[in-house]
T-cell receptor, first 118, second 115 residues
Framework: NAGVTQTPKFQVLKTGQSMTLQCAQD?????MYWYRQDPGMGLRLIYY???????DKGEVPNGYNVSRLNKREFSLRLESAAPSQTSVYFC?????????????????FGPGTRLTVL | QQQVKQSPQSLIVQKGGISIINCAYE??????FPWYQQFPGKGPALLIA?????SEKKEGRFTISFNKSAKQFSLHIMDSQPGDSATYFC??????????????FGTGTRLKVLA
């Protein structure tokens, strides 16, 4: 099992350019998340998907869009990148509540994408 | 806005010492409090977690102490080792009302254990 994979690992964009960050999980999890991590800010939720076909805004959704392509894949799109979107982006997945491990519902994180917008 | 406040921002401990990281929350509707460990260049990984009906949870050298009345919880790393050097995040999870769980993260503590 690869767990949660993210591509690319690094990316440099110019202001106004667009790009899509890809995320895939092979654990058959229902829920998937996109976070951004900035120094001194911790991890902030951008968007999440409770299950295939559904997406919802998190704490900082402005400037981003997402697609839950299927149960495995959850992509994050920057339509017009801005320097304020320079960050490390993490994708995560977990089982939906009510899964076999109800208490210890663990989020599994990918290795991250380091994005710089010039 | 729900918040989880974490301190200190950074911590330096001698090998064999005790590392203590504190978190405080405001929302009483949280029902799960995990701690994540993150090494440079890697994603966070679950270290240990506790529910609010328990005052302490211990796993090896790692212990969570939970004070429900004070709305505080802390991570204690006993016999700290250089391999524990990492960034630690506390988090809190609100009770599920619809959709799926969303986690609120602290701002992180960068721990360095000196050999």
């Amino acid at each position: 099992n690869a767990g949660v994979t993210q591509t690319p690992k690094f990316q440099v964009l110019k202001t106004g350019q667009s790009m899509t960050l890809q995320c895939a999980q092979d654990m058959n999890h229902n829920s998937m998340y996109w976070y951004r991590q900035d120094p001194g800010m911790g991890l902030r939720l951008i968007y999440y998907s409770a299950s295939e076909g559904t997406t919802d805004k998190g704490e900082v959704p402005n400037g981003y869009n997402v697609s839950r392509l299927n149960k495995r894949e959850f992509s994050l799109r920057l339509e017009s990148a801005a320097p304020s979107q320079t960050s490390v982006y993490f994708c995560a997945s977990r089982e939906l509540a009510g899964g076999r491990n109800i208490f210890y519902n663990e989020q599994f994180f990918g290795p991250g994408t380091r994005l710089t917008v010039l | 806005q729900q918040q989880v406040k974490q301190s200190p921002q950074s911590l330096i401990v001698q090998k064999g010492g005790i590392s203590i990281i504190n978190c405080a929350y405001e929302n009483t509707a949280f029902d799960y409090f995990p701690w994540y460990q993150q090494f440079p260049g890697k994603g966070p990984a679950l270290l240990i977690a506790i529910r609010p009906d328990v005052s302490e949870k211990k796993e090896g050298r790692f212990t969570i102490s939970f004070n429900k009345s004070a709305k505080q919880f802390s991570l204690h790393i006993m016999d700290s080792q250089p391999g524990d050097s990492a960034t630690y995040f506390c988090a809190a999870r609100p009770r599920l009302t619809s959709g799926t769980y969303k986690y609120i993260f602290g701002t992180g503590t960068r721990l360095k254990v000196l050999a």
